[in-house]
């Protein structure tokens, strides 16, 4: 049996994003700096080397800039990893820590795996967050009922998607 990588949000994302092309560390942390996702140079930089050492990713001289830049692309591996990742499920503890993150994977999940995927996804995105939501509720403070509202209306959103990713609305 295949062990399956444990990546990191960031690793995650980054091989997502390189799924749809190939592309620079600035670009990637152009994407990030609008996401969920950090775009600090000492993250994205690191987590391009971690991937290309286990052999995820690849590099290639850029050269269209002639800044000595580098292009990053999947890998074979990369591609295997990127969607045995994708087949897993997430836990309530990682939509609790990061939601955005979680949610950040649904793109790449419908491109790799197809839209009954990604519906699946959503449906059980919509559970976990009204879990959270009926777990901040029972803590009376200001800031819980935040949390609460926030994650009921994850749920709200995450249950219409399902349903207009399937075809249905409603």
């Known amino acids: 049996m295949r062990q399956i990588p444990i990546l990191s949000d960031l690793e995650l ?19 990030f700096a ?24 690849a ?9 000595g830049k580098e292009t990053f692309h999947l890998t074979a591996a990369g591609k295997r990893s990127l969607r045995e990742v994708l087949s897993q499920r997430f836990t309530i503890a990682e939509v609790k820590r990061n939601a955005d993150a979680v949610i950040f994977r649904l793109p790449f999940i419908e491109a790799e795996l197809g839209r009954a995927a990604a519906s699946s996804f959503l449906a059980d995105y919509a559970s976990a967050c009204a879990a959270v939501a009926s777990e901040l509720k029972r803590d009376r403070s200001a800031v819980a009922e935040h949390g609460a509202a926030v994650f009921a209306a994850r749920a709200r959103w995450a249950t219409k998607a399902a349903a207009a990713i399937t075809g249905r609305h409603g």
């Open 13 to 31: 994302a980054i091989l997502g994003l390189l799924r749809e092309e190939p592309r620079s560390g600035y670009a990637l942390r152009k994407v």
């Open 34 to 57: 609008t996401g969920p996702i950090g775009d600090s140079p000492g993250s994205v930089y690191p987590a391009l080397r971690r991937l290309a050492s286990g052999g995820l990713i």
């Open 59 to 67: 590099a290639a001289a850029d050269t269209t800039s002639g800044r």
